[in-house]
Nanobody
């Protein structure tokens, strides 16, 4: 139905910046929320950021507040995550996901993830 493909991951020096992209294809949805999550090896998946369809509602995890910026381009069915002032603890696989609004707070579709490694 829906495919989400993340890109932009890689090796980054601590203090550096990186921009992730997530392109959605297939079935279209109206007024859906797009979000970013991350998971380090052996760790539980955690929420990073989300943005509503209009862009008027944005939420960040405390750990990335002030450093990361989420945005979306609905014409391109793409969500972005601009990451600045990266820290080694930001190292993880980053996933994008879609919340169609069928159940509040539940994300229905997920990408395969892109690895972000921050070296010290």
């Amino acid at each position: 139905q829906v495919q989400l493909v993340e890109s932009g991951g890689g090796l980054v020096q601590a203090g550096g910046s990186r921009k992730l992209s997530c392109a959605a294809s297939g079935r279209t949805f109206s007024r859906y929320i797009m979000g970013w999550f991350r998971q380090a090896p052996g760790k539980e998946r955690e929420f990073v950021a989300s943005v509503s369809w209009s862009g008027s509602s944005i939420t960040y995890a405390v750990s990335v507040k002030g450093r990361f910026t989420i945005s979306r381009d609905n014409a391109k069915n793409t969500v972005y995550l601009q990451m600045n002032s990266l820290k080694p603890e930001d190292t993880a696989v980053y996933f994008c996901a879609i919340d169609t609004g069928g159940r509040l707070g539940v994300y229905d579709y997920w990408g395969q993830g892109t690895q972000v490694t921050v070296s010290s």
